[in-house]
């Protein structure tokens, strides 16, 4: 059972194990190519918990996400990219720092993001990019660190433990696009993160027959009860993928009318948008109806939608990206430099530094991905809810045969089973043998009690 212990990172020592140079400074796209050629605006859109065989721009039959399927068609899409965690924090912390989980190992909720991690804004700003957020979960509060390098952070502390929706978010976005760039920025980094589709789902739904008021089934922080689980008839979960459907469709609205922003004042040209998820979520396919209890593709298995105005991406390599892959993309895409702290790269450019292997850590579970095979490793504690369907230990997936994940093929393919396994040890030696920084006591801070019920309010609850 991997620990639950808290980690820090924050001391050089640290960091030099990692590899991480210190001290390093951007090499800044200018040097090369100055003032003729500024790097274009970013635009990085995050959706929370959005699965992506729900997504009508990949297929699905109600029209769920036409914001998205407009930027697809006028840009490009992969479809195989791993998010670092099977749960948010892990994951969007990933995402806005572009390390991969085992040097940053933060997982928990409460967990800072330690100042000397340099994030992808700080990167930004250092170039002189104008840098804005507007982040509707609490996991990402301006409290646990996560406003470092934006020079605006909107993390909705104010509104108290109420669910942040997609148009209130959208209204703070539109309001600062319609700011003029400040003085001596040379273009705008705007991350947004948008918490529908997660539960609660209070959005309306225009395929909800009814009324239906089971939200609290789909908890975050732990596995439902079985019995819980058992007492979801079909009818209702029709119902409860109803709403999860429009909270789909609320999300995707927002998107539109902040794309629709950026045409209106001329931005969308200059600006490179992603669009992406921090992982999917379990709707009783298996056994639960949670995410990061998870390691099945229902929640490990990522994407992000590309576009960059009129010019063609041309089509998309044909790899396994992982999520902190996403804003090294961006940022190349738009012209501006790669940090020497990023991990991730870009994958149209630098394809060949993409690992072949993915791993997204969970809540005793991980998911050890190939754009061909799977492997799961699961060891719940004794006292959740184990799944009859289950077992503790490994299985192996071949994804070109049985995308499903139906049929373990460890006896069948050892030699997949075995390179893996070996990658998944390796990793699990690396996130054990880091140890807590005794000089960090921001680190181990307990969240404030206002924080909490936020968090709660979205059913992290213990
Ligand atoms: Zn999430």
Same mark, same amino acid.
């Given at each position: ?9 924050? /001391? ?15 090499? $800044?796209?200018?040097? +090369? %190519? ?5 790097? $274009?605006d970013i635009l990085l859109v995050?959706? =929370? ?29 992969? $479809? ?13 912390? /990933? ?16 967990? #800072? ?24 979960? @609490? #996991? ?29 978010? $959208? ?6 696009? !319609? ?11 705007v991350?947004v ?6 539960? @609660? ?7 909800? +027959? ?52 950026l ?8 600006t490179v948008i ?22 099945? =593709? ?22 396994? !990206? ?11 895409? !738009? ?24 791993? %997204? ?11 061909? #095979? ?55 030696? =690396? ?32």
């Open positions: 059972m991997i620990s639950r212990r808290r980690i820090a990172l924050h /001391s050089l020592v640290a960091l030099s194990l990692l590899g991480i140079p210190l001290g390093a400074r951007v090499t $800044r796209a200018a040097d +090369a %190519a100055p003032a003729a050629s500024p790097p $274009r995050s959706f =929370d918990a959005l699965r992506q065989d729900h997504i009508s721009a990949f297929g699905y039959a109600r029209p769920t996400t036409p914001t998205l399927a407009w930027l697809a068609s006028h840009g490009t899409a992969l $479809r195989d990219v791993v998010p670092a965690g099977l749960s948010t924090k892990t994951s969007l912390t /990933s995402l806005l720092t572009a390390l991969e989980y085992r040097s940053h190992r933060i997982l928990e909720k409460n967990e #800072h993001l330690p100042p000397a991690i340099t994030t992808v804004a700080e990167a930004l700003r250092e170039q002189g990019y104008a840098t804005a957020g507007f982040v509707a979960t @609490p #996991h990402l509060s301006a409290e646990l660190g996560y406003d470092q390098g934006f020079d605006r952070y909107e993390d909705f502390a104010k509104t108290g433990e109420h669910f942040v929706g997609a148009a209130e978010v $959208r209204d703070q976005v539109l309001a600062y696009l !319609a700011e003029p760039l400040p003085a001596g920025r040379r273009a705008r980094f991350y993160h948008i918490l529908e589709p997660h539960p @609660p789902w209070l959005d309306p739904s225009p395929w909800l +027959a009814g009324k239906e008021g089971g939200k609290r089934i789909f908890s975050c922080v732990e596995m439902p009860p079985l019995a819980k689980v058992a007492k979801i008839t079909p009818e209702r979960l029709t119902n409860l993928i109803a709403k999860y459907d429009g909270a789909i469709l609320a999300g995707d609205t927002a998107l539109g009318a902040i794309v629709d922003k045409r209106e004042t001329k931005a969308l040209e200059r992603g669009v992406t998820t921090d992982h999917g979520l379990e709707l009783l396919d298996r056994y639960s109806a949670s995410h990061g209890w998870n390691p099945f =593709d229902e929640v490990a298995r990522g994407f992000v939608v590309l576009y960059d105005g009129s010019r063609r991406w041309g089509p998309a390599p044909k790899l396994q !990206a992982r999520n902190v892959d996403v804003l090294p993309t961006l940022v190349a895409r !738009a012209g501006a430099a790669e940090h020497p702290a990023f991990q991730g790269v870009d994958v149209f450019g630098a394809a060949s530094r993409v690992p072949e292997i993915a791993i %997204a850590e969970g809540n005793h579970c991980a998911a050890v991905r190939t754009l061909s #095979h799977k492997l799961i490793w699961i060891d719940f504690p004794p006292d959740i809810p184990f799944p009859a369907s289950l077992r503790r230990g490994f299985a192996l997936f071949d994804l070109r045969t049985d995308p499903g994940e139906k049929k373990d093929v460890q006896a069948e393919q050892p030699e997949v089973f075995a390179k893996l396994r070996d990658a998944f040890l390796a990793f699990q030696k =690396d996130v054990a043998g880091k140890v807590d920084d005794p000089a960090d006591p921001k680190h181990q801070q307990g969240l404030s009690p206002e924080a909490r019920e936020r968090l709660e309010a979205l059913g992290y609850v213990e």
